[in-house]
């Protein structure tokens, strides 16, 4: 009797401990298909696996699709870098930090939006994150397991000797201990220590800062880059890595005084990184102005921040464009990342060359959101559309460009807009007489065309051969298309036909 209690009891402590049981991080990590790169690098290291048997963790475990896009340095020396000290779900996880197991790295930066949480530039999978559970060892440790979509990479290499968790002036200052390719940043190290500003890059705190690389500077740019312009490459307080980052949002930089006062924009386009710099104050050596660069090597994890290498530095003009107004129309088109598919487009029409004119010009040009939103609106895939547009771009691009010998600001058509919002500007273009309206609403100013109210990106846009307007719609009508040329193709899906009648029924 005695023993079939004891069998009983033994029994009930198996079943409860059991039912309590849950597989550890590493177990979870090996019973997870998706994880399967990320395990093998795990069996490979064996430090790795002593802080998952010993360690209190987060581990950020990129999946399989990670590694496959993953371009770096050599996976064994990066999986340390994907363990964190002390265990932390995502409600836990703040704006700031966290210092890696391997001192030597750079720590990685937490960036927590309303509905998504970043390691660096990598964004947490919610479904796949968040799981908790103890290390076998005794007494055992609580780690937590999150599931990540890019592979990090502390980008400096791990036989760094004498690099524990770098600055932004030393990545300067050794550079050779960091992957950075064929690019160099020795012109922009020298201007620090010109101009003594060694304590801002290694000081500034939760920072992000633009570095040109060397093939950037002209004798010209390096002549005018003084430590104001230096102050222009550095945002204060926010560490940005490019996903979680605003878009087209400016940000003031350490250049924010009297003298000089700058803002930046990080934005998207064709897949590639850009930076735009506004000089919203001038002084004697720096005009008004903005300027777009590419960022060449993005998300460099340093110690106080993150490091961008950039394509030429900001805020300083070349010598041409030192008087203002420093562009003409077809560099400002040329040039303007923005106004890309406009340009092409002018570019396979010969439209463009109507540019290189003398001739004082207002060209309302459409921005790549305005051909986008037209694309979607005719529910066409891109092939269809650019073969659309090809045939008759430059038709269209003739109603937006005005050759006279003045040149209109939108402060110009307001005033010749009555107040009874009725279209009362006739402008010659070249694709026939525009008749338009301009309202004025708290400085932002709305094109009234034919029943549609088309919002003005930028106004005024001051250049050397005439002005130009950003848009975000076209000025399209039945006029731009040739009837002939549709009801001759038979077709049901003539993208022609449909775009016809859509004209007819909403303009």
């Known amino acids: 009797m005695f023993i079939k209690l004891l069998c009983l009891i033994l029994l009930c402590r198996a079943l409860a401990y059991a039912k309590s049981w849950k597989p550890t991080v590493y177990q979870k990590i090996r019973q997870t298909p998706k994880l399967g790169q990320f395990l093998a690098l795990i069996e490979s290291n064996r430090s790795s696996k002593l802080n998952l048997q010993y360690g209190e963790l987060t581990v950020f475990a990129p999946t399989n699709e990670a590694f496959e896009w993953y371009s770096g340095r050599q996976l064994n020396d990066v999986i340390n870098y994907h363990m964190v000290w002390y265990a932390k779900e995502t409600k836990d996880l703040e704006d700031g930090f966290l210092t890696t197991v391997a001192e030597e790295n750079p720590p990685v930066w937490i960036t927590k939006l309303e509905d998504e949480t970043y ?101 010209y740019r390096q002549q005018l880059f003084d430590v104001n312009v230096l102050a222009a490459h550095i945002i204060p307080k926010r560490v940005l890595f490019t996903r979680p980052a605003p878009k087209d949002l400016p940000f003031e930089t350490l250049a924010a005084g009297d003298d000089l006062y700058v ?193 003005v990106h930028r106004a005024n846009y001051l250049c050397s051969n005439g002005i130009i307007h950003i848009i975000d719609d076209l000025f399209v009508n039945e006029e731009d298309l040739h009837v002939s040329d549709i009801t001759d193709d038979p077709s049901d899906t003539n993208p022609l036909k449909f775009l016809n009648i859509l004209m007819r029924i909403t303009l």
């Open 119 to 219: 390691v660096n530039n990598a964004r947490i999978i919610p479904d796949l994150s968040d799981y908790r559970s103890e290390n076998n060892n005794v007494p055992s440790k609580s780690q937590v397991l999150h599931v990540i979509d890019e592979v990090l990479n502390p980008i400096v290499r791990r036989a760094a000797l004498g690099v524990e968790n770098p600055t932004a002036f030393e990545l300067l200052s050794r550079t050779k201990l960091w992957d950075l390719g064929h690019h160099k940043v020795d012109i922009f190290y020298r201007k620090v220590l010109i101009h003594r500003q060694e304590n801002i890059l290694k000081g500034c705190d939760g920072c992000t800062f633009f570095i040109p690389v060397d093939e950037g500077f002209t004798d």
């Open 263 to 455: 803002v930046i924009l990080l934005s998207r386009s064709e897949g590639k990184l850009f930076i735009k710099s506004h000089t919203l104050i001038e002084d004697a050596n720096h005009p008004t102005g903005e300027i777009i660069t590419e960022i060449v090597i993005p998300n460099i994890p340093v110690k106080n921040g993150v490091v961008h290498l950039i394509k030429r530095p900001l805020v300083v003009f070349d010598r041409k464009l030192t008087i203002f107004p420093y562009l003409s129309i077809m560099d400002k088109v040329m040039t303007d990342i923005f106004l890309n598919y406009s340009y092409t487009l002018g570019e396979l029409t010969q439209f463009n060359k109507v540019l290189q004119s003398d001739q004082l010009m207002t060209y309302f040009i459409p921005r790549d959101k305005a051909w986008r939103n037209l694309q979607n609106f005719l529910g066409l895939n891109r092939t269809y559309f650019d073969q659309f547009v090809l045939k008759y771009g430059r038709s269209i691009l003739n109603r937006h460009l005005v050759t006279s010998n003045v040149s209109y600001s939108m402060e110009d058509f307001w005033r010749r807009t009555n107040h009874t919002n009725t279209a009362n500007v006739n402008l010659p273009t070249r694709g026939g007489i525009l008749r338009v309206g301009v309202l004025e609403v708290d400085g932002q100013y709305t094109i009234y065309w034919r029943n549609k109210f088309i919002p």
